[in-house]
């Protein structure tokens, strides 16, 4: 194992190449340097300098050397600071996942400033549902993810920081007649086919939904199953159906597909971003940033 003591002896006489001037500016005598880097060269079992009664130059192996021994010598002097950085959250690794409706609000801005507020930390991004989310953290393959749930419906054994709270609203094929409606009425559309995603990315979402229809004495007629929000505009885009989709997905915009409120007590979405406790403090620095982002600082 070198030492970082010997790969300094060894870059000051690189630079001196001269022993008595190397061993002045280390503080030590020179038979001891010259001794401590014949060690190295022993050790390396290569020589590092040629020797002459009248001179000191840096062998092949020598100056081959010399800019790995700089390289290793700077990383190690800097290793305090970056134990430093990450410890207070300004370094590191924050591996974040999100459900596509984020996307619709303010996330691209807060990873925006985030980047640039915090250089230090490596953002690694994942787009997963909720399901896939809670796989990840159980493998510890996620530090922190925004997801969509049914209010007062988190996923146990996580912290959270609620984002947002809207109505579902309902996205519908514009030439269907209740289109030309500024609002909607449950009447309106309890028998209309429906696309919806499946229960296991969103139970509590998806059950709030069907406690709709059971609330006005229906079933829906489920036409079609997609799991990416784009998908299912997309969908009802083609006619297959309406769908109950966030309030902030009025802002995907697609040819043929209308938005409109419906009266009365509608199903409501919530979004937070949860993490472990005990998470890392780059994960902790991160919410710090949502949380003064959403003015709650």
Known sequence: MIEPRSLRQFLVVAEELHFGRAAARLHMTQPPLTQAIQKLEAQLGVRLFERSSRSVALSPAGAALLPEARRMLAELEALPALARAAAEGRQGRLRLGFVSTVGFGELPRWLRRFREQQPGIQLSLREATLDVQLQDFAADALDAGFVIHAPDALPSGFEALPIAREPLVLALPAELPQAGRAQLAAPDILD??????????????????????????????????????????????????????????????????????????????????????????????????????????
């Open 192 to 297: 209309l086919p429906l696309v919806i995603f499946p229960r296991e990315i969103a139970p509590s979402l998806f059950d709030a939904v069907l406690g709709f229809y059971r609330a006005h004495g229906r079933a829906p007629q489920i036409a079609q199953e997609a799991i990416q929000m784009q998908t299912i505009v997309n969908l009802v885009s083609a006619g297959m159906g309406v769908a109950w989709v966030p309030e902030s997905v009025m802002g995907l915009q697609r040819s043929g597909v209308v938005y409109r409120p419906v009266a009365g007590p509608v199903p409501v979405s919530a979004t937070s971003l949860i993490w472990r406790p005990g998470a890392p403090p780059a994960v902790q620095r991160f919410v710090t940033h949502v949380r003064e982002g959403l003015g709650m600082a």
